[in-house]
């Protein structure tokens, strides 16, 4: 059974900095793509960055330069580093594992950026 854990949202003040983990279980998360989504409230949920096998990586364009997605393969777990955060990165904060046409996703971590 595939399982993804976030971790590491919290409240920050604008301009700070967040690590934001997911952890897997049933699978390897190298062997195919992992992305982060984020969801305000209110509003859709949105892609922020994917990364994919053999390390390469595709960032939305409001997050480029901001965010920076990796994984570490021996932890079997994938990070989204977060600098420079602003009140409207409020949100909750998912990731996901694709593999063979099927998604799986993580209960979601809530970031809370106050100004």
């Known amino acids: 059974q595939v399982q993804l854990v976030e971790s590491g949202g919290g409240v920050v003040q604008a301009g700070g900095s967040l690590r934001l983990s997911c952890a897997a279980s049933?699978?390897?998360?190298?062997?195919?793509?992992v992305g982060w989504y984020r969801q305000a409230p209110g509003k859709q949920r949105e892609w922020l960055a994917s990364?994919?096998?053999?390390?390469?990586?595709n960032y939305a364009d409001f997050v480029k330069g901001r965010f920076t997605i990796s994984m570490d393969n021996v932890k079997n777990t994938a990070y989204l580093q977060m600098n420079g955060l602003k009140p409207e990165d409020t949100a909750v904060y998912y990731c996901?594992?694709?593999?063979?046409?099927?998604?799986?996703w993580g209960q979601g971590t809530q970031v809370f950026v106050s100004s």
């Open positions: 990364i994919y096998t053999g390390g390469s990586t």
């Open positions: 996901k594992f694709h593999i063979f046409g099927v998604d799986t």
């Open positions: 049933g699978v390897t998360l190298s062997s195919s793509v």
